[in-house]
């Protein structure tokens, strides 16, 4: 906490250097060509292990400690919260597995229906969809 400043401020400081962060690695991509691809594995496995760890003492850990202080699952308090991790999972690998599905189907029907307009949307909606399973 930094003396003789506002809560406020203090947010908002804290704030701008988390986005100052963020932007500085995401900077890295001018830096670095396509071409280089045990970088951007190196830098995807960096960033999957930061979210892992973010995710198991941010959520998981206060979250069995929650269940055990509550008294009422005993030996199992961890189970409430492996069963919420278990659904979060599998509803991004079935989101993964559905979204190219949703798009082709779109695609065919727009094919099928002659609207050139909606054939050039599905194709740009297509190449997006890894990226729209970010949001």
Known sequence: MLQG??????????????WAMTAAGAALVFIFSSGQRRILDGSLGFAAGVMLAASYWSLLAPAVEMATSSG????????????????????????????????????????????????????????????????
Do not use: E, K
């Not at 400043?5 to 988390?18: E, Y």
């Not at 949703?102 to 307009?117: H, K, N, R």
């Open 5 to 18: 400043h506002s809560s406020v401020f203090q947010a908002l400081l804290g704030t701008f250097f988390t």
């Open 72 to 135: 009422g699952f005993g030996a199992f308090a961890f189970f409430p919260v492996a069963v919420g991790f278990t659904l979060g999972a599998a509803f991004v690998y079935l989101a993964d597995l559905l979204m190219p599905h949703l798009v082709s189907t779109a695609a065919l029907w727009a094919v099928l229906s002659g609207d050139a307009t909606s054939v050039q949307y599905i194709y740009f909606c297509s190449n997006l969809r890894h990226p729209l399973m970010l949001i």
